[in-house]
Nanobody, 123 residues
Framework: QVQLVESGGGSVEAGGSLRLSCVAS????????MGWFRQAPGKEREGVGI???????SYADSVKGRFTISKDNAKNTLYLQMSTLKYEDTAMYYCAVVPSGTRCSVDSRNNFWGQGTQVTVSS
């Protein structure tokens, strides 16, 4: 079955950086549409960034220029490099695989999800 295990979250001061990782199993990672999503307390889950099977990427406007999504097919691992972090980036961050046949988009919601990793940015 699909398994997604995130790591790398933590507490950081505004302006700092973190790198999240997600190890995937149970599906063919190299051809999958993968993404990072986040959910802050009291808010809906939102898309952060998406990477498709040929490594085309797309980001939410709120993180463009600050976050970079990448993947290592040999390691079945998805990454999210976060720089110039802001207080409003505080959230639980989830790794996701978008089901085959579904449009590869930061707006996708019917995904398979990891358990999440908490990112807290202090101002």
């Amino acid at each position: 079955q699909v398994q997604l295990v995130e790591s790398g979250g933590g507490s950081v001061e505004a302006g700092g950086s973190l790198r999240l990782s997600c190890v995937a199993s149970g599906f063919i990672f190299r051809i999958a549409c993968m993404g990072w999503f986040r959910q802050a307390p009291g808010k809906e889950r939102e898309g952060v960034g998406i990477i498709d099977s040929v490594s085309r990427v797309s980001y939410a406007d709120s993180v463009k220029g600050r976050f970079t999504i990448s993947k290592d097919n040999a390691k079945n691992t998805l990454y999210l490099q976060m720089s110039t972090l802001k207080y409003e980036d505080t959230a639980m961050y989830y790794c996701a695989v978008v089901p085959s046949g579904t449009r590869c988009s930061v707006d996708s919601r019917n995904n398979f999800w990891g358990q999440g990793t908490q990112v807290t940015v202090s101002s």
